[in-house]
């Protein structure tokens, strides 16, 4: 399936006085990454709230092998687990600029109606950049 890299740089206030990235700021993390994975296909998450589809979190697991410290260069390939119907499933692993794999991570998305607030199928815009 579809997969993007994605790069952030490690701030000082992202860590604990260890140098640690305090683990809380990895579902930032993985939003970055998912909006940079929509943007690379030419889907705009804003545009799609305008259009009245909302993408809340579902499910949301992480499994941490190495830290992460202040000043890292976090690399991460974020990848679509099957194509979406009502709901988004990502992938993703995080190295360090080293090539050491830190962090590997999955999510689960749905797709909503902002006015009904049930759950819709996937936006046949994105479908089809999917199936190019």
């Not at 206030?13 to 930032?28: F, I, L, R």
């Not at 943007?39 to 993408?55: F, P, Q, T």
């Not at 009502?86 to 998305?109: C, M, P, R």
């Amino acid at each position: 399936m579809k997969s993007h890299l994605t790069y952030v740089k490690v701030r000082y206030a992202e860590t604990d006085q260890m140098g640690v990235v305090h683990h809380g700021n990895y579902a930032e993390y993985l939003e970055l990454a998912r909006i940079d994975w929509l943007e690379e296909l030419g889907i705009s998450y804003g545009a799609m709230e305008k259009d009245g589809i909302m993408l809340p979190v579902y499910e949301m697991s992480f499994k941490f092998l190495h830290p992460a410290h202040f000043e890292d260069t976090l690399k991460i390939e974020t990848r679509l687990k099957e194509l979406p119907r009502v709901k988004i499933a990502f992938e993703y692993d995080i190295y360090n600029q080293h090539g050491q794999l830190l962090t590997t991570a999955s999510t689960v998305l749905v797709f909503m109606d902002s006015v009904s607030k049930r759950p819709v199928r996937c936006p046949k815009s994105l479908l089809e950049k999917l199936k190019d």
